[in-house]
């Protein structure tokens, strides 16, 4: 099965949103593809409502587009906007990063939902991926990102967007902070679609140093797509109707985390490792810390998760 994000309940269908007539396709908005918020970077755009569906909608069937809702007047918003900016720079075209003053556009923003901003959603296909709310720091919102990748390469969503506009000037990047060359190989195949390459270049980066914490968390993403595009289209029905096959409730758990639906994944692995013994305790344990890597150690969640499994192997 091509496993979709978007078919659980409460997704956001954008299609709707069409620009408002009389509107040229790209009509700039204000500000747009300029820098914003004292923060500029090349894979920035911002959206209005006469550009959202050019801006966001269509180029979310190429490359994920990542909609931050801010506002001058919200705490924390400028900062966040910051993060976000300089996140895209990192990214390099994996994803654009589109944002929508809701003072200025608040029938996008009554659309979508919004209630308080900052808000960051992603969209892909034209399609809610929920994200975030509040100011969170670069490591996080990096953590967020990265879970979106994976979300995105299952998806079918794995091109690389070409720059929208001139990137400010920046001091020069220092050695520890350019792209690591050696999981080169990796990202490239994971960017082709190629699940099956991706997992034999992280293996062998393994291989030669096997303590690799960030090929170990690749390979567990790249290992976790593949799984779950493999998975039946009944393993839900199947899981429920018998709580004992270890094998169906791992694949909805790794259902839910592609979902981004990451505390229901922990709890149901930790469930089935305390009905289980022996072997198959140890598989699903073994799964759960698979996870945990995809995840990342610095997520709360996992933090919670690793006491509660704690808590049910003793």
Known sequence: MSQS???RPGAIDLSALRRPAGAPAGAPGPGAGAPSGGAAG???????????QSDVIERSLQVPVVVEFWSPRAQGAAELGEVLTKLSTDFAGKF???????DANPQLAQAVGVQSVPLVIAVLRGQVVPLFQG???EAEARQYLDQLMTVAVANGVSGRAEPVGPAAAEAPVEEEDAPNPRYAKAEDAVGAGDLDGAIAAYEELIKETPNDAEAKSGLARVQLVKRTQEAPADIRTRAADNPADVEAQ????DVDLMGGHI?????????TIQTTAGDERN???LHLLELFDVVGAED???????????????
Request: glycine share 4%; no cysteine.
């Open 263 to 271: 505390e229901d994944a922990f709890a149901r692995l930790i469930k």
């Open 300 to 314: 709360e969640r996992v933090g919670k998760a690793r006491r509660r499994l704690m808590a049910a192997l003793f």
């Open 283 to 285: 598989v699903v344990r």
């Open 135 to 137: 100011a969170l720091g």
């Open 96 to 102: 654009l990063l589109a944002r929508i003053d809701i």
């Open 42 to 52: 090349s894979y920035v755009l911002n959206v209005s409502e006469a550009t959202f």
């Open 5 to 7: 994000n978007f078919s």
């Open 250 to 253: 791992m694949l909805v758990a």
